[in-house]
């Protein structure tokens, strides 16, 4: 079984910033288009961002482009999300998880979730 880990949570204020890593212990992420998803209370889990395994081309949300990036440093088998200028709409669990991109939307396609990584921005 693949085990997703997502860390580098916290609290912020608003604009402040975050990275979120995503790693798989023994499972080779630089295969895969890897993608970043979020879950706030008492809502549907997003889809958020994804990077391409091919060619490392990216795709992000309305609500995130322009502060949050995605990137891969494959030498670490690691997926990052820098989020920058955080708003408190940011506030959720965010999560890794293999992804498509499908007529705009994000998808997951590995059936299992990891424990996600606690996003909290407050003033």
């Known amino acids: 079984q693949v085990q997703l880990v997502e860390s580098g949570g916290g609290s912020v204020q608003p604009g402040g910033s975050l990275t979120l890593s995503c790693v798989a212990p023994?499972?080779?992420?630089?295969?895969?288009?890897i993608g970043w998803f979020r879950q706030a209370p008492g809502q549907e889990r997003e889809g958020v961002s994804c990077?391409?395994?091919?060619?490392?081309?990216?795709h992000y949300s309305d609500s995130v482009k322009g502060r949050f990036t995605i990137f891969r440093d494959n030498a670490k088998n690691t997926v990052y999300l820098q989020m920058s200028s955080l708003k408190l709409e940011d506030t959720a669990v965010y999560y890794c998880?293999?992804?498509?991109?499908?007529?705009?939307?994000?998808?997951?396609?590995?059936?299992?979730w990891g424990q996600g990584t606690q996003v909290t921005v407050s003033s």
């Open positions: 023994g499972f080779g992420l630089s295969y895969y288009n």
């Open positions: 990077i391409s395994s091919v060619d490392d081309s990216t």
């Open positions: 998880n293999t992804g498509t991109v499908v007529q705009g939307s994000l998808y997951r396609l590995y059936d299992k």
